[in-house]
């Protein structure tokens, strides 16, 4: 068991040990349905502290080979489904957190470098006895490793985005790592399955994505994913009556994040921190400052302070076109833009049958949004 091949699952254990957990399997059964086919590769968005991590450490724990996380997962909805024994402990995982590169790194070449150096380390140690073309390029050596094994490889990577949002003004250093990760990924026979999260779905350049074979669930449009984004209504319901809290007051302050296809989705951080403190407060705004939004805002595209302020006093909404988004955090070109990047780091909901956007709750609009407008 390693770092990041074949982690196990002491992360996922760790997660449904809490007080609070809601069963979010049934994504694997989804996962298991695209196994080794074009449509392999997954890249999931939400906003922060909305669950990223739990999945994919839950993910890791279910299709890491050098575990037995059967008991683990007997309990949930996945062990009911035929494709989860076919599946359960049978593939090399390499779980990376981008983050983590990142933050130790001081340019793009070192955290390529260290990332390709960690996961070549583990693979040598673990299949030593198999001779190699080149053990410094790590993609040769998983394909040395698959030919000699048969066992394919699921690569998850956690805050792919983070370059995006940490270094976004160096163009360079950005399609430096999309390149990165497409000579990895892209027709390499020993993927099996490719998931991702971040904040922000994939970087585009002009009208094309720089990982096109990626299928994109996000904020905007979560598809079949999308009861796996946050917590479903009915889940809030249930949680309200074992923790003894009100369900309309929860819904006031948490709800709003609406998705074809589930409905009302609250946020999951907050949603736990309410009931496990019994009071409803601001949470998720404590997880970063509203500076950031205010940068934004004040950028004004074609009236958006006046918008927000409509938003606000009026609960009205507002119809944006989502589809010309550079998916970045400096490329905008209209008032659409500025609202769509508002959509995926959660200040805003967004329905897509009306094409519209709406401050999503109480905890938006009084710690997010008003204090933008503070003298």
Request: net charge negative; aromatic share 14%.
């Amino acid at each position: 068991m390693g770092v990041y091949l074949n982690p196990g699952n002491k992360a996922f254990q760790r997660t449904i040990n809490s007080q609070i957990y809601i069963d979010k399997t049934g994504l694997i059964r989804y996962c298991n349905s695209v196994m080794d086919t074009a449509q392999e590769f997954i890249c999931m968005s939400r906003p922060r502290r909305f669950g990223k991590s739990v999945t994919a450490h839950m993910l890791a724990a279910y299709y890491d080979r050098e575990c037995d996380s059967k008991a683990l997962f007997q309990q949930f909805e996945i062990a009911s489904w035929e494709s989860y024994l076919e599946h359960l402990n049978r593939y090399d995982v390499i779980f990376l957190n981008m983050q983590e590169f990142l933050s130790q790194s001081g340019s793009i070449e070192e955290m390529l470098d260290l990332l390709q150096r960690s996961v070549l380390w583990e693979l040598l140690d673990k299949y030593s006895e198999f001779r190699y073309f080149d053990e410094k390029n790590l993609m040769r050596t998983m394909q040395d490793v698959y030919q000699q094994t048969q066992v394919p490889f699921v690569l998850i990577v956690d805050e792919w985005d983070c370059i995006f949002r940490e270094d976004r003004m160096d163009a360079e250093a950005q399609k430096k790592y999309l390149d990165f990760l497409r000579g990895l990924l892209k027709d390499k026979i020993y993927i099996a399955l490719a998931y991702m999260t971040g904040i922000l779905p994939i970087k585009k350049y002009g009208t094309h994505s720089a990982l096109n074979m990626f299928s994109e669930f996000s904020m905007t449009f979560a598809g079949p994913l999308a009861e796996y984004v946050g917590f479903t209504e009915d889940e809030v319901r249930l949680l309200c009556e074992n923790w003894h809290m009100d369900f309309e007051e929860t819904k006031k302050w948490y709800d709003g994040y609406w998705l074809e296809g589930a409905g009302s989705i609250y946020n999951p951080q907050s949603v736990v921190s309410a009931m496990q403190f019994g009071k409803f407060q601001f949470y998720w705004n404590q997880t970063e400052t509203f500076e950031a939004l205010k940068t934004y805002i004040d950028m004004n595209f074609d009236g958006l302070r006046d918008d927000i302020i409509g938003m606000m006093n009026d609960d009205k909404c507002i119809a944006v076109d989502v589809r010309g988004f550079s998916n970045d955090m400096v490329t905008f070109h209209s008032k659409d833009d500025v609202l769509t990047l508002l959509v995926h780091l959660g200040y805003l909901g967004y329905d897509s049958e009306a094409g519209e956007v709406f401050i999503p709750n109480h905890e938006i609009l009084s710690g997010k949004v008003q204090p933008c407008f503070a003298k």
